[in-house]
């Protein structure tokens, strides 16, 4: 039989592939992000309890009515901005599938997709099945910045949707005030839509404060923003999400989400409305995990690894040119099989694979582990 493939030439995404190699080698898996520690006990127990309760139906296709108005109620605590629960917050089953309904109710055949590289890995077979073309912006080590007046000469008559990601995954780096101040500009007078990824909103450090899309008005009326309790909860296999837009973008949205998933675990949202009627479980996320970064970041210190912390995410990037000056892919193979500690290479997550000599650690992990990690990675010798 021949087999006509849509995406022929896409491999398996490098998330799956380092955990894979880890697993085979027995390495500490700083590669995939995804904690090493349990969600609260006390939502597993609301889980259960729905459960048990017999919540174990269809929810509507938007979402359950009590998580989608505790979750108008977070939005405007955080970002000082009112969405109607019923026609502007859909749940989703995960921050993936609400990129992927977006991309493919605002995408059609040729038109064109601005994405920031090194990007996440799922924009861009979207933006491919849907009949789009993607545009590449690269930001770049050390400091991962945009320079707005260079983004703005990809702009085209032909530009349907910009991708943006903040926190930025893998660099660590986010989104300010003036970047969208910029981004503004850029935009007014034109009908592209804006899709911004915010699944870290909470992980952000240094007292620096996440700035969500939904705070600029000129911004808000064409921006979908897109978040996940995977991140939130500590609970990636749980894959829920949910995206929030003005009522005319999020009416085209449901058009896709309905028949691409319809609708999403009902017990779980339940329990999640329940869960974060106290604040504290997302508001005490930056300093949990900035915990984690500034213990990781101590412990690697005496490493031939630099880095400038990161400022956002779960994820540090780090420089290795002072260890080997062989491509990242490599690196990071060498650095599960021979130094025992996985990683991400970053080249991938660019279309002409950049290297800029990083790779990527998860510090989503507990403090023995990442002590261990540590110590290995301490050992790794400096090049001569
Ligand atoms: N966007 C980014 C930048 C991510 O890192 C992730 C992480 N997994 C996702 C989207 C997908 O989130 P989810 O697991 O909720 O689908
Ligand atoms: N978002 C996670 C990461 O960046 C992984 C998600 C996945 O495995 N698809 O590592």
Not at 4 to 31: D, E, H, R, W
Not at 167 to 186: R, T, W
Request: aromatic fraction near 12%.
């Amino acid at each position: 039989m021949n087999i006509k493939s849509k995406l022929p030439n896409l491999g398996t995404t490098i998330f799956s592939v380092m955990s894979a190699l880890s697993n085979q080698y027995n390495a500490i898996n700083l590669s995939q992000g995804f904690p090493n520690f349990d969600c609260d006990e006390r939502l597993k127990k609301l889980v259960a309890s729905y459960i048990n309760r017999g919540y174990n139906q269809y929810c509507p296709m938007t979402g359950a009515a009590p998580l989608v108005e505790r979750l108008a109620i977070k939005i405007q605590q955080l970002y000082g901005i009112e969405y109607d629960p019923k026609n502007e917050i859909n749940i989703t089953s995960g921050a993936t599938q609400a990129i992927f309904s977006t991309i493919h109710a605002f995408i059609h055949s040729g038109d064109e997709v601005i994405i920031v590289e090194p990007a996440y890995d799922c924009y861009q077979p979207s933006i491919l099945l849907a009949g789009g073309v993607v545009v590449p912006y690269q930001i770049k080590a050390p400091d991962w910045k945009i320079d707005w007046k260079e983004f703005e000469k990809l702009l085209s008559p032909k530009t349907r949707m910009i991708i943006l990601n903040t926190p930025h995954n893998p660099s660590g780096s986010i989104l300010e005030d003036n970047d969208f101040l910029s981004l503004q500009k850029i935009v007014k007078d034109t009908d592209i839509v804006i899709l911004s990824d915010e699944v870290y909103e909470h992980m952000v450090f240094d007292d620096k404060k996440h700035c969500s899309i939904l705070e600029y008005p000129a911004l808000r009326k064409r921006s979908l923003a897109t978040f996940s309790f995977g991140k939130t909860l500590h609970a990636t296999g749980w894959k829920l999400g949910y995206i929030v837009g003005d009522a005319t973008l999020m009416h085209e949205f449901r058009k896709i989400h309905q028949f691409d998933v319809f609708t999403s675990n009902t017990p779980f949202q339940y329990a999640i409305a329940d869960y974060l009627e106290d604040e504290s479980t997302y508001l005490d996320l930056p300093n949990f995990f900035q915990t984690k970064r500034d213990f990781f970041l101590n412990s690697i210190e005496q490493s031939p690894f630099k880095y400038l912390p990161s400022s956002g995410t779960y994820f540090q990037v780090a420089d290795y040119s002072d260890i080997s000056d062989e491509p990242d892919t490599e690196f990071a193979r060498r650095m599960t099989i021979e130094y025992g500690v996985a990683v991400i290479p970053i080249s991938v997550f660019y279309h002409n694979n950049l290297d800029n000599r990083v790779v990527r650690f998860c510090f989503a992990k507990t403090e023995d582990v990442l002590q261990k990690a540590a110590e290995m990675i301490c050992n790794i010798k400096r090049k001569v």
